[in-house]
């Protein structure tokens, strides 16, 4: 029972990494219809913008966490100026979009490589390593803070989204592009606003990713499985991101603990695909159209 | 005038020839390749300055006795910018023209690899440093009749570990974790288990992870429900330092194991705490009193450290010179001969090969625990 306990906690710790990251890729997705896979790299950036404001301009923790995501938010706005947006303009099928945002992934993480090297390097140790004892299961203080940081951040997320003028361009954007703009919507600055926060969601991740794990270049390369979490969920909606990527910490988490660590990927990606095959638009999917 | 002349060239010519014939006869050539320029040339060069050294000391103090007759040692070195195809060309000049009785080197795994059916052409032996891929002297489970080495391979490490463990800080119950996508990794697991079962010790949790995985709590919370006396940890430093952050937040307390894949500067600062009282098994540790003299010798007559190559190196010398002593004549197929008996002290261990698989079978290891921060020699351990 014990090992039980500790196993559900890890598996909300891993899932909730994966939410960070799927949040941000479901909020470019439910707009632009279209994966973003130069996701992963702004995450990568996140990292190491959180690192070096540590280490290199000695920041203090909350003041480097800021430059980071506001850091990110400005590059995710940059690929989308640069790598997105000609195509728009061009009405490019959606099929160029992945390809163009593949060449920004790999352009991101090549430049780090090129610049500061493929070694992984170690954020200093801010919150201490210890853990919290609840009976036999233990808490990571780094995970109650990333869960609590989460959890403000995606509520702030729906709120904005539900609750303000902008939220509803971008929900009215995301329900029919073309037709919004009909409607007296500025498409362009929505796009804007949608990388920026996704930006910002991936700045986050990153941070944290940096502080639990370590930092190198092919950080971007985890987003994978926050994307099948994403589709998992049902792409485009919020709260499926979310959901998709804890269950897919907890199956991950079982699986190892409870039957073999080396079936882990296998497995928990069989039982998403048995899912996807029942319900093709994921758990709180809506639309059914054919996106890729 | 002319006449005079012409015999007295004539004279200094037969002195000439004759010289270099006796000269000749008194000198083993022996070849070296490795790798003088490129990402490897630090230890390319300290191997190939560790053979001059000891070749002079040899040659100074008399030379080598083969047979009935003395001779004197002269290394003949080529680079192969640690390059497999170019291995293959240095140890082909090495054999056809510059005819060298026996190679030393290379260090690399993948360069010694290669090299076996030019060596077997030639009838030339060849003593490989740290190349510690079973491969180099063993392939389809049939030995190269040419190619020896001086180091113990990968996997005997994890043979050492479980002897260590159940031995000395008489664990009973261990659990592994390894890459289950890594050759080394691996090795050093079958190894450790097969011996820790020998001794009467248990498997009590057997956990893999896979490349590229940053997230053990799953695996570690397994291994934590088991209760082992020991963690065996046999990968590379970084994952050491995450599992182990991560086993310590679990608030395990076990002590933790691992091979030549720890050490390193980011182990420590990264792992901190967590990989504390640690213990790994490395081929050699520097403060090891038995490398003293060489490593003094070394710093005297080039100014710098050695590295791990250069005793390696060292005691393929000895590897050698010992061969040439008993093979009768200095030719390759005799010194190939004698070195398949070979059984020496050298300083980095007893060296005793194994006919069937030309490794220096159960040679010691050096266990390095860490404390304070630091690498401290405990002792030197060898697999039964």
């Known amino acids: ?292 | 005038m002319r006449v005079r002349n012409f015999a007295a060239a004539l004279l200094v010519a037969l002195v000439l020839i004759s010289c270099g014939g006796a000269k000749q006869a008194d000198v083993i050539k022996v070849g070296w390749f490795g790798a003088l320029t490129g990402d490897q040339a630090v230890w390319g060069n300290n191997e190939y300055n560790t053979v001059k050294m000891l070749f002079e000391e040899i040659n100074a103090a008399g030379g080598v006795k083969v047979g009935d007759k003395t001779y004197t040692l002269e290394a003949v070195g080529y680079d192969n910018k640690g390059d497999a195809q170019e291995a293959v060309n240095v140890v082909r000049r090495l054999t056809s023209q510059d005819k060298v009785v026996a190679i030393l080197g290379p260090n690399a795994s993948g360069n010694a690899i290669p090299i076996a059916p030019i060596l077997e052409g030639a009838k030339v032996p060849d003593i490989a440093t740290v190349a510690t891929n079973p491969k180099v002297t063993v392939l389809d489970g049939k030995v190269k009749p040419y190619n020896f080495r001086v180091c113990f391979i990968d996997p005997y490490q994890g043979a050492v570990a479980a002897g260590f463990a159940y031995d000395v800080l008489k664990a009973r119950k261990a659990a592994i974790l390894y890459d289950v996508s890594d050759d080394y990794s691996q090795g050093l697991r079958q190894f450790f288990v097969e011996n820790f079962k020998k001794y009467g010790g248990e498997i009590v949790a057997d956990e893999s992870f896979k490349s590229g995985d940053v997230d053990f709590r799953p695996q570690l919370s397994k291994i934590k429900a088991q209760n082992p006396d020991i963690i065996f940890m046999p990968y590379f430093f970084k994952e050491v330092a995450l599992s182990a952050n991560q086993a310590r937040e679990l608030g395990m307390t076990q002590v933790l194991m691992g091979g030549d894949g720890w050490p390193s500067d980011q182990l420590i600062s990264m792992g901190a705490a967590a990989v504390e009282g640690s213990y790994f098994v490395n081929h050699l540790d520097y403060d090891d009193p038995d490398v003293a003299d060489y490593k003094a010798r070394y710093f005297k007559k080039y100014g710098i450290q050695t590295e791990l190559n250069g005793y390696l190196v060292h005691d393929a010398v000895l590897m050698l010179v010992d061969a040439l002593k008993r093979a009768g004549e200095p030719t390759g197929e005799a010194i190939a001969k004698a070195l398949e008996t070979t059984n020496i002290k050298g300083i980095t261990g007893t060296i005793k090969i194994s006919a069937q698989t030309h490794n220096p079978e159960g040679k010691d290891a050096a266990i390095i625990k860490i404390v304070g921060g630091k690498y401290v020699f405990q002792q030197k351990y060898a697999a039964k």
Do not use: W
């Open chain 1, 1 to 292: 029972m014990a090992q039980f306990l500790q196993q559900m906690v890890n598996g909300l710790s891993i899932g909730s990494v994966y939410a960070l990251m799927a949040v941000g890729y479901s909020l470019v997705y439910s707009v632009m219809n279209f994966s973003n896979f130069a996701h992963g790299g702004v995450i990568m950036f996140g990292a190491y913008f959180g690192f070096f404001g540590i280490t290199l301009l000695k920041l203090p923790f909350p003041a480097a966490f800021v430059l980071a995501f506001v850091g990110t938010a400005i590059l995710a706005v940059l690929i989308e100026r640069i790598a997105y947006k000609p195509l728009r303009e061009r009405k490019a099928p959606f099929l160029y979009f992945i390809i163009s945002a593949m060449g920004a992934s790999i352009f991101l993480e090549n430049i780090i490589i090129a610049t500061i090297g493929p070694t992984f390097r170690t954020y200093p140790d801010v919150f201490g390593r210890s853990s919290i004892a609840l009976g036999p299961v233990a808490v990571g203080r780094l995970d109650l803070i990333m869960f609590a940081v989460s959890a403000v951040c995606l509520t702030g997320l729906v709120l904005f989204v539900e609750k303000t003028r902008m939220g509803r361009a971008i929900q009215a954007s995301a329900y029919n592009m073309k037709a919004a703009a009909l409607m007296g919507v500025n498409t362009d600055r929505v796009v804007m606003i949608v990388f920026a926060i996704g930006g910002m969601l991936a700045g986050i991740a990153g941070v944290f990713f940096g502080m639990k794990y370590t930092v190198y270049p092919q950080i971007g390369n985890i987003t994978t499985k926050s994307f099948v979490a994403a589709v998992f969920g049902g792409l485009g909606s919020l709260p499926g991101a979310v959901l998709g990527s804890i269950l897919l910490g907890i199956i991950e988490t079982l699986v190892a603990g409870y039957l073999s660590s080396q079936f882990r990927d296998l497995i928990a990606f069989v039982i998403l695909i048995g899912v996807l095959v029942f319900r093709p638009t994921g758990i709180m999917g809506k639309t059914t159209e054919d996106k890729a």
